[in-house]
T-cell receptor, first 114, second 113 residues
Framework: GDSVTQMEGPVTLSEEAFLTINCTYTATGYPSLFWYVQYPGEGLQLLLKATKADDKGSNKGFEATYRKETTSFHLEKGSVQVSDSAVYFCALSAVNQAGTALIFGKGTTLSVSS | EAGVTQFPSHSVIEKGQTVTLRCDPISGHDNLYWYRRVMGKEIKFLLHFVKESKQDESGMPNNRFLAERTGGTYSTLKVQPAELEDSGVYFC???????????FGQGTRLTVV
């Protein structure tokens, strides 16, 4: 079945460091891909998304490109801030599933220190 | 616009007891989803309502879990009787249309001891 694999955490970085969180997926059909973020004490928020191959999603300085050839959707940010500390989830939504439920990875905890 | 609200935020119960979680979706959102994250593992889909009807309940782990959405507004998820492996964070999400962005609540952290 469809699945998402993302890098194990925790990831610990200093402020202004470059961030990459790897995400690969397995899916039949042509899924939409998402990154969700959960800040401490809050619910899941959609960070960015891409709906077709070669699309780049971006938000708050974060970017991810839908790579069909490598089945990847890696999250990147050029300069992280302390406020970026959170848990990041990669997810897919397969367009051919009746329920269009999201399939999530295990989550990667990011901790940024000043 | 109020977001998705879940009650309670935390619940600690003993094995064998019953717990009911509640989710109030964003007003006007016909689609309501329940998910669960067991510690350190993936967030897993439980079920999907469209208004008051269960569109997909393929993720419900067993018959100890009962979800309802009477009147197509708020939803409840009852666990009866609770087992240790039911511990985790239960998330609710809603969306106006299927395939559109889903908005998540803060989650209910359930601990079964």
């Amino acid at each position: 079945g469809d699945s998402v694999t993302q890098m194990e955490g925790p990831v610990t970085l200093s402020e202004e460091a470059f961030l990459t969180i790897n995400c690969t997926y397995t899916a039949t059909g042509y899924p939409s891909l998402f990154w969700y973020v959960q800040y401490p004490g809050e619910g899941l928020q959609l960070l960015l998304k891409a709906t077709k191959a070669d699309d780049k999603g971006s938000n708050k300085g974060f970017e991810a490109t839908y790579r069909k050839e490598t089945t990847s959707f890696h999250l990147e940010k050029g300069s992280v801030q302390v406020s970026d500390s959170a848990v990041y989830f990669c997810a897919l939504s397969a367009v051919n599933q009746a329920g269009t439920a999201l399939i999530f990875g295990k989550g990667t905890t990011l901790s940024v220190s000043s | 616009e109020a977001g998705v609200t879940q009650f309670p935020s935390h619940s600690v119960i003993e094995k064998g007891q019953t717990v009911t979680l509640r989710c109030d979706p964003i007003s006007g959102h016909d689609n309501l989803y329940w998910y669960r994250r067991v510690m350190g593992k993936e967030i897993k889909f439980l079920l999907h309502f469209v208004k008051e009807s269960k569109q997909d309940e393929s993720g419900m782990p067993n018959n100890r879990f009962l979800a309802e959405r009477t009147g197509g507004t708020y939803s409840t998820l009852k666990v009866q009787p609770a087992e240790l492996e039911d511990s985790g964070v239960y998330f609710c999400a809603s969306s106006r249309r299927r395939g559109r962005e889903a908005f998540f609540g803060q989650g209910t952290r359930l601990t079964v001891v």
